[in-house]
Each structure stands twice: as C-alpha cells, then as structure tokens.
C-alpha cells in the first residue's frame, strides 16, 4: 500500500516539474506566431506579437489550473 502511495506522489511531482514546460513551449510557439504574422504583413507596431503573446499565456494558465485541479481530484 505504500509504495502504491508513493508512486503516486512521484506521478504527481512529475506532472508538476512538467507544467512549467509546457507554459513556456505554448507562450513562446503563440508569441512566434503573432512575430511571424507581424513580419509577413509588415505590421510595425507587433499588434500581432502582443494580441497572441497573451493569448497564449491566457491558454497556458488555463492548461495549469486544468492539470491541478485534475491532480487533486
């Protein structure tokens, strides 16, 4: 029964280390897009950048709250 308890606590440390991964991956992949828009376009002032920058941390805080909550449960 212990080491039931104990891989679990080891699956859920894991799940952890990886969530700020995954935010940094998904802000910088939507924060390259918007730059990539902006360049093709020949946006000068980075609407783009910023309009997808906080899309993509808006979509990375709701992936964290998401995969805790599913942690908790």
């Excluded at 699956?11 to 939507?30: E, S, T, V």
């Excluded at 924060?31 to 993509?56: A, C, M, P, Q, V």
């Amino acid at each position: 029964m212990s080491s039931k308890r104990d891989n679990n606590n080891r699956n859920k440390w894991i799940a952890l280390i990886n969530i700020p991964l995954q935010m940094g991956i998904i802000i910088f992949l939507f924060s390259w897009f918007g730059g990539w828009l902006d360049d093709e376009y020949s946006n000068i002032k980075n609407t783009n950048r910023i309009i997808f920058t906080l899309l993509g941390v808006f979509i990375a805080l709701y992936n964290v709250i998401r995969q805790v909550n599913q942690l908790n449960k």
